[in-house]
């Protein structure tokens, strides 16, 4: 994969004078060019208690939930080092690096620097869609400055970031969404990656498909096996042959192949789940012991639901066993659920039907989902049209 030289500006990024728009071709189809920013907290969670805790700075550190089963939730990169990851059993970190400091989770102080570095983000542009507490796409292709250079307010918002929180970031800069993260990714920690316009089809051609968002193992693996192990690679097959194989995905592996991603950054993104879900102690067997975690789940869930005005049709289930396999049972209602009371009702309803006999279960969670009322909106419409029986209206 090639390496993009060190930015010192824009360069050949696109330039653009109030809304005027640009376009480029990729094959036949039109795209947006656009001048989007992805930030990313370099190790956030770790490299807070770091921060914050002078005796940890370059040591390996994990944060996890209290308990000796707890799963990884961040790793600073002192850890990484040694190959321990987010979502890694804390037992398996402990046997790669024997020196780990485990660490609880301070979430509320998480939040806090989060909200301080979205307002860094606002300063610049309206156009912000965070994916989560640590990162974030921004749109700077008009901007609140009448800056016509993405590559110098990355800078600057990994300065005012770092002189705020004490924490860094990393940049990624170039036309689309797909670009954008992939670059911020390329030099971390700290890091300031652009991806121009003159670029986009050396650099896609180059870069793994193991990059390609949305191409996990286990299809990176499926596209080995086609001879697909690069961008270029990729680009040698039709929209036809790759939806055959990967489905709707195949699309955006086809269209991505080419650097194109049109999706827009969308400031209202619309939350589609609420869940919460914990590692147990020990492995157990007891459905009495699972309820119990579930309904303490359950009032995190509803609670947070409550908070955000969140509606959902849809509850779910999700059992890990000891040997880590993963089930999930849900159930549809045609109305919003209404209370607390009727989402467990559903959870211990899946709980009961789910096959744990003679099983061991590591982890339970519980979600609230399914936030499109559009079906259920046209029944109520419908149900108002027709005229009661004997009336003339």
């Not at 109030?18 to 920013?37: C, N, P, Q």
């Not at 869940?275 to 869930?301: P, Q, W």
């Not at 899946?350 to 979600?367: C, F, N, S, Y």
Request: charged content about 30%.
């Amino acid at each position: 994969m090639p390496l993009p030289p060190r930015p010192h500006g824009d360069n050949d990024m696109l330039r653009c004078a109030g809304d005027r728009k640009h376009f480029t071709f990729a094959g036949d189809r039109l795209s947006v060019l656009r001048k989007i920013i992805h930030i990313d907290m370099d190790a956030f969670y770790a490299s807070i208690e770091q921060r914050d805790f002078p005796e940890l700075r370059g040591r390996p550190v994990a944060v996890r939930h209290e308990g000796e089963r707890g799963v990884v939730a961040a790793a600073s990169y002192e850890a990484r080092q040694y190959g321990v990851r987010s979502a890694m059993p804390s037992v398996r970190a402990r046997r790669l690096c024997p020196a780990l400091v485990f660490v609880p989770g301070r979430f509320d102080v998480y939040r806090e620097a989060s909200a301080a570095i979205m307002d860094v983000f606002f300063e610049y542009t309206d156009l912000v869609e965070p994916l989560s507490l640590d990162e974030a796409f921004l749109d700077v292709t008009t901007n609140h400055f009448g800056n016509p250079s993405a590559t110098l307010i990355a800078r600057e918002i990994k300065e005012k970031i770092l002189q705020r929180t004490r924490l860094t970031a990393s940049a990624g800069v170039s036309v689309n969404k797909f670009l954008a993260k992939i670059a911020s990714d390329y030099r971390k920690p700290d890091g300031l990656c652009v991806i121009g316009p003159s670029q986009v089809e050396e650099f896609v051609e180059g870069l793994p498909v193991e990059k390609f968002y949305g191409v996990g193992k286990v299809t990176a693996e499926k596209m080995h096996r086609l001879g697909i192990r690069t961008g270029k690679d990729l680009k040698g097959f039709t929209e036809g042959q790759l939806t055959n194989v990967f489905g709707k995905a195949g699309h955006a592996y086809y269209w991505y192949s080419r650097g194109v991603d049109d999706r827009p950054v969308n400031p209202d993104r619309i939350r589609k789940s609420l869940g919460a879900e914990n590692t147990f102690e020990r492995d157990t067997g007891s459905a009495e012991e699972i309820r119990a975690e579930l309904d303490l789940l359950g009032r995190k869930v509803w609670r947070r639901k409550t908070e955000k005005d969140f509606i959902g049709r849809t509850v779910t289930l999700k059992l890990k066993f000891a040997d880590f396999r993963i089930i999930t049972r849900s159930r549809t209602l045609a109305r919003p659920v209404e209370s607390m009371d009727e989402m467990m009702g559903i959870a211990y309803d899946l709980l009961d039907q789910a096959p744990l006999e003679g099983e061991k279960i590591r982890l339970a969670g519980v979600t609230i989902s399914n936030n499109d009322l559009t079906e259920l909106e046209q029944a109520v419409q419908l149900r108002f049209n027709f005229p009661a029986e004997g009336t003339n209206k």
